[in-house]
């Protein structure tokens, strides 16, 4: 795998072809040429139209798709005509489905959900559930936070509107009981104290990615929720359920999208806590990370951005490398996480920043 192509140059796409240019020969893909300046060359063109994208993606060994949820579906099936190497940020539930099938007679590696939830999280979580002889819980959280919040939502949107209410309006899989099920999201509020600093989280759908599958049968409980300040999931049961505008997702994000611009210092909260038995008997083990922007190149990144970024572009290097299988559908629990650390790009999680 030599030659790769990004695809989408937002706030993500753009850090995610920076990073990789360091290793591979990259171009990038996008319908406007971004205002800045970037290190590779850039083809412009419509995602949309599937013949450019599958002439276009003939000259690549592999693809990484940053665009939102909506839009993966043509360029996974681009790559899998052509038998290249698939990557995408998804954390829609049929996408993946759809893409998982796809890899079932795939020549090259179809991996989506290469981000923070899922994609991180599942790494680290599978990562604690190996150090127990019997399991019993598996709770995973993850937070994208202003670190100045104001107004009662306490939010921005320095990540896809887009993919943010898909995951608010979707219900979300757990295991429950030792059962397989689906939940309401932004339900099944819970309190968390942070370092002092309480926190709300409820349930969002997409976060485990394959991980009820994985672990039906071994665990009695396994659930993801998002990090949010407190208040925040009343409200956005208000704006979605009691004015409808859940039908209307289009202009739900136009007025989030106004109403709560990106900010640019903001943090990533990383939590993960398993329960089971190990030699000494019942035990817990919990992994806690709070990432702040950082300078790449001499760059100010979001932490958002960053972790979202250093995240796909890690198991793409990793691929690369043949440290993870080179066809068919890779599942984010299955990827080491020593091993993702290693990597030049995961080597941004070592640590607190």
């Excluded at 893909?29 to 300046?37: G, I, V, Y």
């Excluded at 043509?74 to 890899?103: C, S, W």
């Excluded at 202009?251 to 030699?279: C, F, H, M, N």
Aim: hydrophobic share 40%.
């Amino acid at each position: 795998m030599q030659n790769v192509l990004i695809i989408g140059l937002g706030k993500v796409g753009s850090l995610v072809a920076t990073l990789l240019n360091k290793q591979f020969s990259v171009k990038g893909l996008d319908k406007r040429r971004p205002t800045k300046s970037l290190p590779f060359e850039i083809i412009e063109g419509d995602v949309t139209d599937e013949a450019f994208i599958e002439t276009t993606l003939a000259d690549f060994d592999a693809v990484v798709s940053c665009m939102p949820y909506n839009l993966n579906l043509p360029i996974a099936n681009a790559a899998y005509k052509l038998g290249i190497h698939y990557f995408d940020l998804t954390e829609d539930v049929p996408t993946t489905a759809a893409i998982r099938q796809m890899a079932e007679t795939h020549r090259g590696v179809m991996a989506p959900q290469c981000g923070l939830a899922p994609g991180l999280i599942g790494i680290v979580g599978a990562d604690l559930a190996k150090r127990f002889d019997k399991l019993r819980d598996i709770e995973l959280r993850v937070g994208a936070l202003p670190c100045y919040p104001n107004g009662l939502l306490g939010y921005s949107f320095t990540w896809s509107p887009a993919g943010v209410i898909n995951e608010y309006i979707n219900d979300a899989e757990v295991i429950h009981n030792g059962e397989r099920k689906m939940v309401s999201s932004l339900d099944g509020i819970e309190v968390i104290n942070i370092e002092g600093q309480e926190f709300e989280a409820f349930s969002t759908s997409g976060g485990l990615g394959t991980m009820c599958e994985t672990y039906l049968g071994k665990v009695d409980t396994l659930n993801y929720k998002t990090i949010r300040y407190p208040g925040h999931a009343k409200l956005m049961r208000f704006l979605l359920y009691e004015l409808i505008l859940k039908n209307n997702r289009q202009q739900i994000e136009e007025i989030l999208t106004s109403a709560k611009p990106p900010v640019k210092e903001d943090v990533v909260y990383v939590y993960a806590v398993v329960e089971g038995w190990q030699t000494d008997g019942l035990a817990r083990e919990e992994f806690y990370r709070a990432f702040h922007p950082r300078l790449i190149d001499g760059q100010h990144w979001r932490a958002i951005s960053w972790t979202t970024a250093a995240s796909i572009a890690a198991v793409v290097e990793m691929v690369a490398a043949g440290a993870l299988p080179q066809q068919g559908f890779i599942k984010q629990e299955e990827i080491p996480f020593e091993a993702f650390l290693a990597t030049e790009n995961g080597a941004f999680f070592r640590g607190n920043n």
